[in-house]
T-cell receptor, first 111, second 113 residues
Framework: KQEVTQIPAALSVPEGENLVLNCSFT??????LQWFRQDPGKGLTSLLL?????REQTSGRLNASLDKSSGRSTLYIAASQPGDSATYLC??????????FGQGTELSVKP | EPEVTQTPSHQVTQMGQEVILRCVPI?????FYWYRQILGQKVEFLVS????????KSEIFDDQFSVERPDGSNFTLKIRSTKLEDSAMYFC???????????FGSGTQLSVL
């Protein structure tokens, strides 16, 4: 059974720092991996999707990598800003199309 | 940018009552999903829907739950007799292909009293 784990559970950094969020999954048989952002009481905003054949995806200050064989993905945020404060969720799509989510990393960027 | 729309944003109901949560997926999408998130827990898959039928459902999605696409635009989740443990944020999502990017709505916060 696929399990997705995210560490750390919470992270607090000063503005301007570069940071890395980690995601691991137990079964490497995935079609893709998606990173989301969730603001308190709000929906999920898709940030990046990495296909299983890809190693990384970039969007602005965000870079996500995928190492399927080791069951790991990282989300790198460059030059963090207070507006980046949110919970970041990692989710994998195994066969079948449904997403399996990690528990998230709650990020706080202090001005 | 097209988005998934959910109504209502908040729903309060008494235990045992029926609720219907509504969603308008992105118009050219073919795959539709419901997820939920109990406060402090992971987002959990409930059901996927394609070609007017359920393609997969989780063990949470028991006989009290049903989904419907009554017309070309709406996608609904019905809970027949709500329980206290059904209190959660319910998210609708859609995608254009089976393993493609999922787009989520802003959710309906359901509170069962």
């Amino acid at each position: 059974k696929q399990e997705v784990t995210q560490i750390p559970a919470a992270l607090s950094v000063p503005e301007g720092e570069n940071l890395v969020l980690n995601c691991s999954f137990t079964d490497s048989a995935i079609y893709n991996l998606q990173w989301f952002r969730q603001d308190p009481g709000k929906g999920l905003t898709s940030l990046l999707l990495i296909q299983s054949s890809q190693r990384e995806q970039t969007s602005g200050r965000l870079n996500a990598s995928l190492d399927k064989s080791s069951g790991r993905s990282t989300l790198y945020i460059a030059a963090s800003q207070p507006g980046d404060s949110a919970t970041y969720l990692c989710a994998v799509i195994p066969q079948g199309g449904k997403l399996i989510f990690g528990q998230g990393t709650e990020l706080s960027v202090k001005p | 940018e097209p988005e998934v729309t959910q109504t209502p944003s908040h729903q309060v109901t008494q235990m045992g009552q029926e609720v219907i949560l509504r969603c308008v997926p992105i118009s050219n999408h073919l795959y539709f999903y419901w997820y939920r998130q109990i406060l402090g827990q992971k987002v959990e898959f409930l059901v996927s829907f394609y070609n007017n039928e359920i393609s997969e459902k989780s063990e949470i999605f028991d006989d009290q739950f049903s989904v419907e696409r009554p017309d070309g635009s709406n996608f609904t989740l019905k809970i027949r007799s709500t329980k206290l443990e059904d209190s959660a944020m319910y998210f609708c999502a859609s995608s254009s292909d089976r393993q493609g990017k999922l787009f989520f709505g802003s959710g309906t916060q359901l509170s069962v009293l």
